[in-house]
């Protein structure tokens, strides 16, 4: 890969991850229902981690069975997440009281 | 076929399948696959406990996202930095490969001392691993864990551009595309991977 293909430009991958994450910033202010903004965050972090090892990492200019050692944990996780959903949250609870721990003195 | 035939039986295939350059780097690849389904094990199950507790703090009012947002700026900043040094050693520029591989360095031990920072912050507000004034106790183990996890990362990432750096720096070390540039983009793909790590949990620690 050292010579096979032209550089990327680097700064234009910056320009969007930063304006990527200012528009994250700015999305969680938005007044709408709750969904639609996890789906937009989770949406815009996607975007950016497929920028960073699309360019960044040069993902895009190696073999495509690479893409597919890289996009396995990506797999496995969001699968993970429905398989622990039932274990933990199958009711949903609140944390003992006598669990809480009192605000040190100064602090509010 | 001819290949396989001119062979030796037993022998191992020259060259790397997916990474004809390196073994290395189809090394790290899988590293870093297994590396992420940590980071996925422990956000899948921090998503789970999260969805399940019914008094979790509001993450951006207790934690606050001003100096977060920095230090993902910073982050970003350091990967453009690396890929910088990487383009300097190709093109066989010795200081400017230096140049940015320190910045990217400055740039790493910057993040930890913010994040150093931070957690001192919230210690004293009253943040703690086993319970927090505010709510669901498992708020802080979940943060401390994740946040952890990923700045040991980090501090691995300096350490290991580090000696990058201190051998990019020997005049005895040939630069151009050969074993220099692959042993340097392969730490740089730990580097991009950290950023990338920090990207999914700067969104599911901090702004969800």
């Given amino acids: ?108 | 076929m001819s290949q396989v035939e001119t062979m030796h039986p037993g022998t191992e295939p020259a060259e790397s399948p997916l990474t004809p350059e390196s073994w290395g780097k189809l090394g790290m690849w899988i590293f870093l696959a297994g590396d992420a389904m940590g980071f996925g094990t422990l956000l899948a199950a921090y998503g789970a406990m999260r969805f399940g507790s019914a008094d979790w703090p509001s993450p951006y009012h207790r934690l606050g996202i001003n100096l977060t947002a920095f230090m993902t700026f910073l982050l970003i900043c350091t990967s453009v930095t690396m890929v910088k040094g990487l383009e300097g050693v190709k093109n066989g520029k010795r200081g400017t490969a230096q140049i940015y591989l320190l910045l990217t360095i400055i740039g790493g031990a910057g993040f930890l001392g913010l994040q150093a920072y931070e957690w001192t912050n919230l210690i004293n507000e009253g943040l703690k691993v086993f319970g927090n004034p505010w709510g669901a106790s498992l708020f802080g183990t979940t943060f401390f864990v994740i946040t952890g996890f990923h700045g040991l990362h980090v501090t691995g990432g300096v350490i290991y551009l580090s000696v990058m750096l201190v051998l990019v720096s020997k005049p005895t070390t040939a630069l151009g595309t050969g074993w220099t540039y692959n042993v340097v983009e392969i730490s740089g793909l730990y580097w991009h991977f950290v950023d990338l790590v920090w990207i999914m949990v700067f969104t599911f620690i901090y702004l969800l």
């Fill in chain 1, 1 to 108: 890969m050292a010579d096979g293909h032209a550089s990327p430009n680097y700064w234009l991958i910056f320009l969007c991850l930063f304006i990527l994450t200012v528009i994250e910033i700015a999305v969680i202010f938005v007044p709408v229902a709750k969904l639609l903004i996890v789906i937009a965050l989770v949406s815009l972090a996607l975007v950016k981690a497929t920028l960073v090892a699309a360019y960044f990492m040069h993902l895009r200019f190696e073999a495509r069975t690479l893409a597919l050692i890289a996009l396995t944990p990506l797999a496995l996780g969001t699968l993970l997440i429905f398989i622990l959903i039932p274990d933990h949250s199958a009711v949903s609870h609140k944390t003992a009281d006598s669990v809480k721990v009192a605000p040190p003195a100064g602090h509010r």
